[in-house]
C-alpha cells in the first residue's frame, strides 16, 4: 500500500479548494505551516501560483490564453538531459521509500539541478547533497554514486518526516540546516535566510511537479 501524502501538505488542498483564475500568494512560517491568500499581505507573501488568464480582442473572436505559472524565486540550473537520465531511479527510490516522486524531483532541483557531481561549499556532494557524516550515517559507502545517493538522500528525508510527525515544512528545513537546528529552535523553521528561503522553494518545485503530473 502506497504511504499517505505527508500531512503537511495543505498547499495542494487549499489550491484545490481556491477561486477559479485566482493568483495564490503564499509563504511558510516558522511552524511549516503554510499560508495562502490570493494577494500578497505582506512582504513575507510571494506568488506561489498562477492561474490562467484570458484575454479577449474587441470585434473579434480570438482569446489569447495565458498558462504561465510562476517560476519559483530561485532555482539551482536544471540539466534536462540528467532529469530525463535520472527520473527513472527517482521513481524507483520513491517506491521503495514511500516518498512521492514529485518530492524527491523538488529536493534534487533545488538542491543540485540533477548534477551527480554537485558538491557545495559546505562538503555536501551528488544529487541531494549529502553531507559526509549523514551518508555515513545510512551506510553509503560511494557518495558519489547516484543510486546510493538518491536512496540515502530519500531515506534521511523519510525519517525526518517521522521525527515531525509529517510536517513536510519541519521536514525539508531540518534536511537543510539540520534537524537538531529545529529541535534547538523549539520544532519550528531556525531563523535562517536560507533555510527560510529553502523551504517554500521546495515546496513550490513540489507543486508545480506534482500538477505536472
Not at 44 to 65: A, N, T
Not at 98 to 110: D, F, K, Q, R, T
Amino acid at each position: 500500500m502506497a504511504a499517505p501524502r505527508p500531512s503537511a501538505l495543505l498547499i495542494l488542498v487549499a489550491l484545490a479548494g481556491a477561486p477559479a483564475r485566482a493568483d495564490i500568494y503564499g509563504y511558510v512560517d516558522e511552524r511549516g505551516v503554510a499560508h495562502l491568500s490570493n494577494v500578497p499581505l505582506d512582504q513575507r507573501y510571494y506568488l506561489f501560483k498562477r492561474e490562467p488568464r484570458q484575454q479577449s480582442f474587441p470585434g473579434s473572436s480570438l482569446v489569447i490564453i495565458d498558462t504561465a505559472r510562476s517560476a519559483p524565486r530561485r532555482t539551482t540550473s536544471v540539466n534536462p538531459v540528467h532529469r530525463k537520465q535520472y527520473t527513472p531511479l527517482v521513481s524507483t527510490v520513491a517506491r521503495e521509500t514511500g516518498l512521492e516522486p514529485a518530492l524527491l524531483h523538488a529536493v534534487i532541483m533545488v538542491e543540485s539541478g540533477y548534477n551527480p557531481h554537485a558538491r557545495s561549499v559546505k562538503g555536501a556532494s551528488g544529487l541531494m547533497q549529502m553531507m559526509p557524516e549523514t551518508a555515513r550515517r545510512y551506510k553509503v559507502t560511494d557518495i558519489w554514486d547516484p543510486r546510493q545517493n538518491l536512496s540515502a538522500g530519500a531515506r534521511y528525508l523519510r525519517d525526518l518526516l517521522a521525527m515531525f510527525n509529517n510536517n513536510l515544512g519541519l521536514a525539508l528545513a531540518a534536511y537543510n540546516a539540520g534537524e537538531n537546528a529545529v529541535i534547538q529552535h523549539g520544532n519550528r523553521i531556525p531563523p535562517y535566510p536560507e533555510t527560510r528561503n529553502y523551504v517554500p522553494l521546495v515546496m513550490q518545485h513540489y507543486q508545480l511537479n506534482a500538477g505536472a503530473r
